[in-house]
């Protein structure tokens, strides 16, 4: 395949600028890669792993020259990584970035961007429990959404070029405007994992069960909160400072949902229970048919006697 990109740039190597890498690499999207993260450590680790062909700690350095920038930073350091590059980006550079609040990035980076260059705002519906350099893998993307914001009068040329490399890496992509993906993140993402840090943290706080307990018998589905409640602190602190508004709104409407299960248990009303119980276990079906995740049980893990003949 004929590289569709001189020179890209990827701006923070964790888990997302990682599997970038590992991607933009495995289909040769690009002849040369330039990696840039803020530490020493992380940039050594980058370059033993191999991800790209040039290392910096320098961002304005990485972009010199670059056709696309995909800046993967947590969303509250999106206003200084702009102010970084701005200076140094080519004209006619295409400027994405992968940050999962759209409305927050867009107000810090948009300001900054001169105006020869297309600054398209991303959003890749991947990922795992887990950061850092080491964490990315190849195929990460494949059969995932990635959601543009893009700003009015961006240039379709420059849209088509972004979708088509996403596309390369196997994603679905759609547009929307900010806003609604900030609305419609809160509730498939946002919140889940406020759910789950807050269920982890309040068993980490009971006093009647030991911590041992909770770790002992976690199997019965407090653990697949636990998985969640792992994801990175940083990250998820700034989603949450960064989407504060729509969180904030979904927050309201749990809570309103859960004082009336809260009452159906009280009063015994076993219909309303059943009724709710029904209609999500629908909603499961419907993610397994949308090919948004398997139907093995218990998300196909390997249980003991699955290895016997
Ligand atoms: P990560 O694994 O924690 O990696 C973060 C990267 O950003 C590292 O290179 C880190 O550099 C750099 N960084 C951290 N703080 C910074 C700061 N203040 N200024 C400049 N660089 C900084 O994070 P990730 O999971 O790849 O997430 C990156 C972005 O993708 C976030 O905006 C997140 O919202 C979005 N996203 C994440 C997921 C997911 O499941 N993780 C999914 C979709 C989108 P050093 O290590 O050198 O400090």
């Not at 972004?162 to 196997?170: I, N, P, S």
């Not at 946002?190 to 911590?211: F, M, Q, R, S, W």
């Not at 990250?235 to 809570?255: G, P, T």
């Not at 948004?292 to 390997?302: I, K, L, N, W």
Request: aromatic share 6%; with cysteine.
């Amino acid at each position: 395949m004929t590289a569709q990109f001189d020179r890209i740039a990827l701006i923070g190597i964790g888990l997302i600028g990682s599997s970038l890498a590992h991607d933009i690499k495995r289909l040769g999207l690009a002849k040369e890669v330039v990696i840039a993260t803020r530490s020493a450590d992380t940039l050594k680790r980058a370059e033993e792993l191999q991800l790209g062909d040039c290392y910096t700690t320098s961002s304005a350095e990485a972009v010199k020259d670059a056709d696309l920038i995909i800046v993967s930073v947590p969303v509250g350091a999106s206003e200084s990584v702009a102010k970084e590059i701005a200076s140094s980006l080519k004209p006619g550079a295409i400027v994405t970035d992968v940050g999962s609040t759209k409305a927050s990035v867009i107000a810090q980076m948009a300001p900054h961007m001169p105006e020869n260059v297309h600054f398209i705002p991303g959003h890749p519906l991947a990922g795992t429990e887990k950061s850092g350099p080491d964490a990315g893998f190849p195929g990460l993307f494949e059969g995932r959404w990635c959601i543009f914001t893009p700003l009015a009068g961006t240039d379709e040329t420059a849209l088509k070029t972004l979708r088509h490399f996403w596309e390369t890496l196997g994603s679905k992509v759609d547009e929307m405007d900010p806003e609604h993906h900030d609305k419609v993140l809160a509730i498939v993402s946002h919140l889940p994992h406020l759910i789950a840090y807050n269920i982890v943290g309040t068993a980490d706080d009971l006093e009647t069960v030991t911590e041992s307990e909770v770790i002992k018998y976690s199997a019965s589905g407090f653990r697949d909160f636990t998985r969640l409640a792992a994801s990175d602190p940083t990250m998820w602190r700034d989603v949450c400072l960064h989407n504060k508004d729509a969180i904030l709104e979904m927050l309201a409407r749990f809570s309103e949902d859960l004082a009336y299960l809260q009452r159906a248990i009280r009063w015994g009303e076993g219909d309303k229970i059943f009724d709710l119980f029904t209609r999500t276990r629908a909603v499961r079906r419907s993610i397994i048919q949308a090919g948004q995740d398997v139907d093995a049980p218990d998300f196909g893990r390997p249980h003991p006697l699955d290895k016997k003949p």
